[in-house]
């Protein structure tokens, strides 16, 4: 039953969504995932924020391009927030090969939950360990999907972390 309700109220609130012209990609699944223009000035010196998916739409000429993260940064910091008044789930995995030269990547937030429905800023460290000068590749795994299952949105954002000895 409770599926069913959810799935009626999902249905109703696409509609009023579709009366009100917004369009169809706010229905399912709809949230936003980006850099703040702080944090995009931080690691690639420029001046705006960096969307990787603005209400569900995902932009691939932004995860297809790595970003080299200096010595110096250890943080990254992302920035989402679910559009929908439904529960969107995330699971997420930070994934790099064994090395010397950087530490386990941590996450400030569980690696499986529900996206945030206000704005809310997470947290990767990539610790170096200074025992060895390596660029080591990152790839962050982030799949989101509604409860329903109907819809899963799977981002890989891809990292060249530079550590120094
Ligand atoms: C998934 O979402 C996209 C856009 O957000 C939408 O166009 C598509 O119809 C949805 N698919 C399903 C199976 O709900
Ligand atoms: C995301 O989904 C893909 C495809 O199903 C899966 O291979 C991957 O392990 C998932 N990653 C996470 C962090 O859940």
Redesign the pocket.
């Known amino acids: 039953m409770v599926g069913l309700n959810s799935k009626k109220s999902i249905h109703i609130a696409c509609q009023i969504v579709l009366i009100l012209g917004f369009g169809?990609?706010v229905c399912?699944?709809?949230f936003s995932l980006f850099l703040r223009r702080e944090e995009v000035h931080r690691l690639l010196g420029l001046n705006s924020e960096l969307y990787y998916v603005r209400d569900?739409k995902v932009n691939t000429y932004a995860l297809g391009f790595e970003v080299v993260v200096p010595n110096e940064i250890s943080e990254l910091r992302f920035t989402w927030e679910s559009l929908i008044h439904q529960k969107l789930q995330y699971s997420m995995a930070v994934l790099v090969n064994k090395t010397e030269a950087l530490g386990t990547p941590h996450l400030d937030i569980p690696r499986k939950g529900l996206v945030p429905e206000e704005q809310e800023v997470f947290q990767v460290s990539l610790p170096c360990t200074g025992k060895q000068s390596e660029e080591v590749d990152v790839r962050i795994q982030i799949n989101v999907t509604t409860e329903s299952q109907?819809?899963v949105t799977f981002l890989t954002l891809k990292r060249r972390k530079i550590c120094l000895k």
């Open positions: 169809a990609s399912f699944g709809s569900g109907l819809n």
